[in-house]
């Protein structure tokens, strides 16, 4: 009972996906094209980020005399 | 850069205070040698010399350990350093005697004197250059060194 269901669920998947030809590879090289994304990848600074470093420069900027502190605890 | 990942997320882990401290070595010297009273510059270097460097590296790697668990992200996880590092710094200063503490602030080698009212503003501060530095800086030697 359970070769035969095995089998059956075999032909329903044979014949549901097609063939693969023996030609199946991509029309044109895609090394070239993944190498170029990656080298144009660019790291993407959310709004938040930028908010919160500038909050850090405006403290900074306001009060220097803290600079040594955070230094020392850095 | 499939070996020793340990020691690659330590030695990410410290490289921005080896890149810190010798500017911070020559502000301080310079800083010291301009003022009429000179303060214990030597005293004051003993805690980021010897605990920062080693506590970044730590750290990193206690994240490259625990992030697969705890999925936490790599700036949260640099900002909750501060929450170690305040202490033991105040308590290393004050028993070095570079940190005094009074009735209104507290005096930072003899000569910089912060309100209590400034500490809640420098501590949200150092969260948020953690936070920043550990996201970007860290996290991009990371991704350089194969570890995340």
Redesign the interface.
Known sequence: MKERDEERITKLLQSALPPVSADAEPGRDLWPALLRRLDAKT?A?PWF?WA??G??MV??AL?P??I??????? | MSTHPHLRAYIAGLFIPSLVLPVMLFGGFLVRSMLQDPFPFERGLIFPLAFVPLLWGLWNLLWLCTHERTRLPISLHGALLPLLLLPMGTCVATWLGILSLGNTGATWFHNVFVPYAWIAPCYCAAIVGYYLIWKYVVGFLNRVLGIA
């Open positions: 790291v600074v980020d919160l470093g909050a850090l403290f900074l009060t005399s803290t040594p502190l955070l230094l020392y605890y850095l």
